[in-house]
T-cell receptor, first 112, second 114 residues
Framework: DQQVKQNSPSLSVQEGRISILNCDYTNSMFDYFLWYKKYPAEGPTFLISISSIKDKNEDGRFTVFLNKSAKHLSLHIVPSQPGDSAVYFCAASVRGYQKVTFGTGTKLQVIP | NAGVTQTPKFQVLKTGQSMTLQCAQDMNHEYMSWYRQDPGMGLRLIHYSVGAGITDQGEVPNGYNVSRSTTEDFPLRLLSAAPSQTSVYFC?????????????FGPGTRLTVT
């Protein structure tokens, strides 16, 4: 049972435009959400997170939005740059428990 | 500060062989974990540890053993390798505690079982 779902395996965006990556979850106990970025032949690196007490968190070009009622979060990248081309993983956890559940990933390609 | 290191980077095993994937971190993190990444499956948790001497199972623990005798090291043992264990394995670590869930990942070990 996939508790964290990323339904788009891939996404292509023109440089300078907005990239929107989506993530849905089914476990209502999740209250902490993270996005990781992964380049080929490297380990994932942490990008941005959000707690369930917030609905938005920004860090430079990256913004994560959380809609608890819809059990949906999204990552916005504005403006998109070719160096953003990578696989993006959504992840979720229950505060107080260290186990993190990852989605299947979305491969973003930013076209120059 | 090396972060999270994993050895080896690549390994080919025959079915039935055993081996240990090494993972070490120098950030004094309490929490360490092992994931496997397979196409279309994302990152799946194999085993994790919240401190020396404490380990627990993740989503896909069968065929793997772990131990945590020190804070720094968290080796993953494949008892009798099977082709289904062909995958890329990532070790990760983080601090424990409220708001400190960001994990640091190693570069991965690519394992092929023939």
């Amino acid at each position: 049972d996939q508790q964290v779902k990323q339904n788009s395996p891939s996404l292509s965006v023109q440089e300078g435009r907005i990239s929107i990556l989506n993530c849905d979850y089914t476990n209502s106990m999740f209250d902490y959400f993270l996005w990781y970025k992964k380049y080929p032949a490297e380990g994932p690196t942490f990008l941005i997170s959000i707690s369930s007490i917030k609905d938005k968190n920004e860090d430079g070009r990256f913004t994560v939005f959380l809609n608890k009622s819809a059990k949906h979060l999204s990552l916005h990248i504005v403006p998109s740059q070719p160096g953003d081309s990578a696989v993006y993983f959504c992840a979720a956890s229950v505060r107080g428990y260290q186990k993190v559940t990852f989605g299947t990933g979305t491969k973003l390609q930013v076209i120059p | 500060n090396a972060g999270v290191t994993q050895t080896p980077k690549f390994q080919v095993l025959k079915t039935g062989q055993s081996m240990t994937l090494q993972c070490a971190q120098d950030m004094n993190h309490e929490y360490m974990s092992w994931y496997r990444q397979d196409p279309g499956m994302g990152l799946r948790l194999i085993h994790y540890s919240v401190g020396a001497g404490i380990t627990d199972q993740g989503e896909v623990p069968n065929g793997y053993n772990v131990s945590r005798s020190t804070t720094e090291d968290f080796p993953l043992r494949l008892l009798s390798a099977a082709p289904s264990q062909t995958s890329v394995y990532f070790c990760a670590s983080s601090y424990s505690g409220v708001g400190a869930y960001e994990q640091y990942f190693g570069p991965g070990t690519r394992l092929t079982v023939t």
